[in-house]
């Protein structure tokens, strides 16, 4: 009797942690950067639930950042916005086993080793959002392409990848690096500011490369499930508008919204502009 009440306890504070960190996360504000305007959590889910994707950026190791992605979806979900959530964490060619994770079919001693196959980051960081979407049946979507194709381009540049490389691309993918591009990579990624001129520009080629492929990958979601609401999470390098979703908004007609988190230093309710981002999510 004494153990089941143990057990009773447990749960009840786990679900009572889990209600007040929902609470906590949902009681943020947010700072709507077309008007300057703070606003609620749940205002801006009642703005970007129409849109057709919704690109959410985050700092891969911020437990943080995946707790405001959990709770986004966990309200749009509850608003009845039909979901899919698309992943910079798996590659296209793994959608099989993540569509097998959703279905239920797979265990999560199968499923893991897939996940690290695809992402170096620790299961617990993501674990919420992948166990929901199962609970769920919220369709998980691989964006990415084999790591092999941007290291290439990062270091010889896009003209490098043999025909039998570009064939691993979605259709159609090239590369036209802009001024403005570079710079805003520049400026994001001061880190590598001290490459030659020519090893930043493989660079900035490798990062749109990547952007156009998961941009074109979730097109062709899209096109085949119109009716649902694409959710992305993506590193804050490629959430920019001037990243995925510039190239959405380039290869197609729909709405996108983007949302980033705090980071100082880059991400800033002072600096940022709507050439950045529709909404900061506030500390």
């Not at 600096?271 to 981002?277: E, F």
């Amino acid at each position: 009797m004494k153990t089941k009440v143990l057990i009773g306890l447990f749960f009840l504070l786990f679900f009572l942690v889990i209600a007040l960190t929902m609470a906590m996360v949902r009681s943020r504000d947010v700072y709507q950067v077309s008007n300057g305007k703070i606003i609620s959590f749940n205002q801006m889910i009642r703005d970007v639930r129409k849109a057709d994707f919704i690109v959410i950026g985050e700092v891969h190791d911020d437990p943080d950042d995946h707790l405001l992605e959990m709770e986004i979806i966990r309200a749009l979900h509850e608003a009845d916005v039909p979901l899919a959530i698309g992943l910079e964490m798996f590659r296209a060619d793994s959608q099989r086993g993540l569509d097998d994770w959703v279905r239920g079919s797979l265990s999560l001693d199968d499923f893991l080793p897939l996940y690290y196959n695809n992402w170096g980051m620790a299961w617990p960081m993501y674990r919420e959002i992948f166990t929901y979407a199962r609970e769920h049946r919220i369709p998980l979507v691989g964006l990415n392409i084999p790591d092999k194709i941007t290291a290439t381009v990062a270091k010889k540049g896009f003209a490098s990848l043999t025909e039998k490389e570009r064939q691993l691309l979605p259709p159609g993918i090239s590369c036209d690096v802009d001024p403005t591009y570079m710079n805003f990579i520049r400026k994001a990624y001061v880190g590598h500011s001290q490459k030659t001129d020519k090893q930043f520009l493989n660079f900035c080629e490798a990062q749109m490369v990547w952007d156009k492929s998961m941009a074109a990958n979730l097109i062709d979601y899209r096109k085949s499930h119109p009716s649902q609401t694409v959710v992305v999470l993506a590193g804050v390098g490629h959430a920019w508008k001037r990243g995925i979703p510039e190239q959405l908004a380039r290869e197609s007609r729909y709405t996108v919204k983007t949302a980033l988190p705090l980071v100082p230093g880059q991400i800033e309710k002072d600096t940022v502009t709507i050439h950045d981002a529709d909404y900061v999510l506030l500390d």
